[in-house]
């Protein structure tokens, strides 16, 4: 019985889980362009009031990091949900 295709049923509440997970990292790849654009504005102040110093750069570097992450993450559930749809077209063809 290997290789049998699998139900379309089965193929769409697994692309329902899949697009929940897309969902949730494109929620946390929102918060995290939050961060970064109020550090930036926070740098815009610090050059306005004449800091020398880049207090934020250790926060920076790791929301920088993590948005890359991120963005990995996305693209791997993108490319796991494209092979999904193929084989929901399959089942939905039979």
Excluded: W, Y
Excluded at 14 to 32: D, K
Excluded at 35 to 55: F, N, P, T, Y
Excluded at 63 to 89: G, P, S
Aim: glycine fraction near 4%; include cysteine.
């Amino acid at each position: 019985m290997t290789g049998q295709p699998r139900d379309f049923r089965v193929i769409l509440e697994e692309r329902l889980t899949l697009i929940q997970r897309i969902a949730s990292a494109n929620s946390e790849h929102l918060r995290l362009n939050q961060i970064a654009s109020g550090m930036m504005i926070l740098d815009q102040k610090d050059e306005v009031e004449g800091a020398d110093e880049d207090m934020r750069s250790d926060e920076r570097d790791a929301n920088d990091t993590a948005i890359d992450q991120c963005r990995r993450q996305i693209e791997a559930l993108e490319a796991q949900l494209v092979v999904l749809d193929r084989e929901l077209a399959k089942a939905t063809e039979r």
